[in-house]
């Protein structure tokens, strides 16, 4: 190893363990080896406050799978321990300590945010806010069916066709929906929130796309024009809007006769509704439901505004 320094690390959720072993060139260390104990090792589990002074090895080597004498050992025919004092070691330590209290603080502060943000929307219908944009920017490596390329794909859109991209957020959707319709078809990209508007405008700018209007609106205000869009899609939404009922209604009456609405749902998301959920405000509105993606805990669920309605 280049540098003669090895480094590991273990982060978890529960808590976060970090162990340095100094593997250098030939010198004195400063320290008595004691006979039959190899020297990195001894190093190790004297020179660092961490648990190998209490166990003898290195309890991340446990965790996967070696212990810390077999881990740690010199290979043979390597030079031999560093010259580095026990102070020096000491110090070096408890700056790598300090750095991984600072991350583990960060890290426990962004839950406690999401935690109460998840809370209070649950009880207030709240959309997400734009300061937290950067959270549904991206898809979620978890499940395929939260994914913009899979939802894009599920709509079977064709150049010419005109699509709602309802709560449209950042725009995560927008562009490849903009794409997928091409330059003679429309992308409406509807939101409440004017700064997740224009994160989304500047997002097709940068894409190079023309064919997108942008809607300040919330869902069930009666001001979408009656049967003038082919699919309309509302990815993690349905939970956000306050009445439902009329939104539902809404977008039943701006959907052609044969149009899709397109209601996606994940479980990580803090307005989660259920299957069963979304699939009675849909049949109340008057959809009929058409096709079904995804499990129970992530899902995309299609609805059919009928012919002649």
Known sequence: ???????HGFFGFSGLAVHVGFIGHTG????????????????????LPCACRLRGFCRLCAVSGFSGRAFLARPRGAPGFSGLSAFSARRGSVRIMSASTALLLVIVAIALVGGAYSLVSRRQSLPCPVWLRGLVEMDNPFAKVHRAAFIVETLALSPGMTVLDAGCGPGRLTVPL?????????VVAMDIQPGMLARAREKTQAAGLANVDFFAAGLGEGKLPADHFDRVVLVTVLGEIPDRAAALAELFRTLKPGGVLAVVELIFDPHFQSRSAATALATGAGFRERAFFGRRLAYILHFEKPQGR
Do not use: I, K, Q, Y
Request: glycine share 16%; hydrophobic share 40%.
């Open 178 to 186: 903009a794409r997928s319709v091409g330059p003679e078809g429309r």
């Open 28 to 47: 004195s260390s400063g320290l008595a080896r004691p006979a039959g104990l190899d020297s990195v090792r001894f190093a190790c589990t004297r020179a």
């Open 1 to 7: 190893m280049r540098g003669g320094f090895l480094f």
